[in-house]
């Protein structure tokens, strides 16, 4: 028999819906556990439960005692893993893990009440404390969308982050790990590999709406404290946003063809210098696919003009 309702609902409460063995917020990807099986007399009591996510529940029952290898999670350590998290959500509040800073920051309960960014446009009324939560929670769903290349998804929720943080009078706190307008940068990043994956033409707008250059790269890089200057995968995208920009029939007309070209011409001695730290065969290939497309696209369209770098 499953839990009852007031049971289940008392522990997840209690867990802030993260997993007491990972500590993973799981949102609705959750289950409660019974300690002691109830094939063995285990009881529907609270005192017998914990939250788990589905990884950790499948390990706690994945164990046979008839080919033993490696060691059982028995009742006793769960209850204890389960109590810890317990206490450190109740003297502390739940639990938010900040992955681009590497560090866990306690909030208020209220902000991990609903797991889905709010729409665009939605009205914003939190407070200070759960703001600050459900940024940090909007950007690590962010960044593991971009990762796994969902950028269309990532734009979303790095939005709504925004959103909230811009919603506040006070910006500070939203740097707890700090590395606030680096995340602007991720943002831009993503409208461009959109637009670049076929996206709608409202992703390059908003690329080139950010203001993004070289001077606004290195501004980050100084106001975030990070080492170095700045990285092959930087002028990569500025190569990007510059070579869409340039067989854009809607943009095109902002600056003259001469200046897009030559601008072109210069990321692609920048991102091919081999004194870049992090010069990866990745980005030179896609850099050279790009220089393939400009001399194409300028054939056709601009007889009359000539990329700098082909002789």
């Not at 811009?166 to 740097?175: H, M, N, P, Q, V």
């Amino acid at each position: 028999m499953p839990f009852p309702t007031n049971v289940k609902t008392n522990l997840l409460v209690q867990a802030g819906r993260r997993c007491c063995l990972c500590w993973e917020f799981c949102g609705v990807k959750i289950e409660v556990h019974h300690i002691i099986p109830e094939s063995e007399g285990g009881s529907d009591d609270e005192g017998n439960g914990m939250p788990l996510c589905f990884d950790c529940h499948a390990d706690v029952h994945a164990y046979d005692d008839r080919h033993p290898k490696g060691t059982k999670f028995r009742p006793e350590e769960l209850r204890q893993h389960r109590d810890r998290l317990f206490r450190w959500i109740k003297q502390g509040g739940p639990l938010v893990f900040d992955r681009l800073a590497g560090e866990a920051v306690t909030v208020n309960s209220e902000a991990l009440l609903r797991e889905e960014p709010p729409p665009v446009g939605a009205p914003v009324d939190l407070k200070h404390d759960a703001k600050i939560a459900r940024y940090l929670r909007y950007i690590r769903q962010a960044e593991q969308l971009k990762d796994r290349g969902q950028f269309h998804e990532a734009i979303r929720s790095f939005e709504s982050a925004f959103r909230l943080a811009e919603s506040d009078a006070d910006l500070t706190a939203y740097s707890q790990g700090g590395n606030y307008h680096l995340r602007q940068l991720l943002l831009w990043e993503c409208h461009l590999e959109s637009g670049a994956q076929g996206g709608a033409r409202e992703n390059l707008r908003a690329a080139f709406n950010r203001g993004v250059d070289e001077n606004a790269i290195r501004q980050v890089f100084f106001r975030e404290r990070l080492p170095g200057g700045l990285r092959c995968r930087d002028y990569f995208y500025l190569l990007f946003q510059e070579s869409l920009f340039l067989f854009d029939e809607e943009m095109g007309h902002r600056r003259p063809p001469q200046e897009r070209l030559a601008r072109i011409g210069d990321l692609m001695d920048l991102i091919e210098n081999p004194h870049c730290p992090d010069r990866t065969d990745e980005l030179l290939e896609r850099a050279r696919g790009i220089e393939r497309n400009v001399i194409t696209q300028l054939a056709s369209r601009f007889p009359a003009e000539r990329y700098s770098r082909i002789t």
